[in-house]
């Protein structure tokens, strides 16, 4: 397995896909990321060269939070709320819905 973002991401599926297994990746950025550094969406996890896996773990690194850092800083904004008091802060501290659902 490769192991991008600290994350193994399965060999036998398409690139695009397989970066969508980290935490702060969805479809339309790894569509965004596979152009910016100008790898085929098509190839699949095994058959990437080891510069192409440096160009995605640098560009990933580099532009994107992701994983730890993206978690550690939604659960923060989530502290925050909850610790000045406001209505969704309440609303996470009784495991209730946010937005209204």
């Given amino acids: 397995m490769a192991r991008l973002a600290g994350v193994d991401i399965p060999r036998d599926k398409r690139v695009v896909i397989a970066l ?3 935490y702060g990746i969805g479809r339309t950025r790894s ?10 969406e098509d190839i ?7 510069d192409q896996l440096v160009a995605l773990r640098d560009y ?6 992701v994983e ?14 909850v610790e000045i008091g406001s209505y ?5 501290r009784r495991g209730l819905p946010v937005r209204g659902q």
């Fill in 20 to 22: 969508t297994y980290i």
């Fill in 31 to 40: 569509h965004e990321i596979l152009a910016a550094t100008e790898i085929n």
């Fill in 44 to 50: 699949r996890v095994k058959d990437l060269s080891d």
């Fill in 60 to 65: 990933i690194e580099g532009t994107y939070k």
């Fill in 68 to 81: 730890g850092d993206l978690r550690r800083e939604v659960a923060a904004d989530i502290r925050r709320k």
């Fill in 88 to 92: 969704e802060g309440l609303r996470h």
